[in-house]
Nanobody, 123 residues
Framework: VQLQASGGGLVQAGGSLRLSCAAS????????MGWFRQAPGKEREFVAA????????YYADSVKGRFTISRDNAKNTVYLQMNSLKPEDTAVYYC?????????????????WGQGTLVTVSS
């Protein structure tokens, strides 16, 4: 599966953005989808994940209550709604796909990655 992330941009602290990740292929619904981010000078970290049907989600503590992951299998797309953004949310955001809903925060579990979209939050 090929993944294409979009929706990044510049936003002020307290604002919102919605990221999208479009997947190619007919097997999108067979993948658990995740979002990761990498801030300048830091390692890539887990943000959120969603199960095949969207019935289960999992978030990093740093974004819980502010970010919402969702998916539309008919459109082969996963979303990340980001509210109450903070300057520390500034990063390149990546979407990724894996076959199993376990060890979701581990990057090595993901088989496919998108190219990343930059989110910049100004103070």
């Amino acid at each position: 599966v090929q993944l294409q992330a979009s929706g990044g941009g510049l936003v002020q602290a307290g604002g919102s953005l919605r990221l999208s990740c479009a997947a190619s292929g007919r097997t999108f619904s067979s993948y658990v989808m995740g979002w990761f981010r990498q801030a300048p000078g830091k390692e890539r970290e887990f943000v959120a994940a969603i199960s095949w049907s969207g019935g289960s989600t999992y978030y990093a503590d740093s974004v819980k209550g502010r970010f919402t992951i969702s998916r539309d299998n008919a459109k082969n797309t996963v979303y990340l709604q980001m509210n109450s953004l903070k300057p520390e949310d500034t990063a390149v955001y990546y979407c990724a796909a894996t076959g199993a809903f376990k060890e979701l925060a581990q990057q090595y579990k993901y088989d496919y990655w998108g190219q990343g979209t930059l989110v910049t939050v100004s103070s």
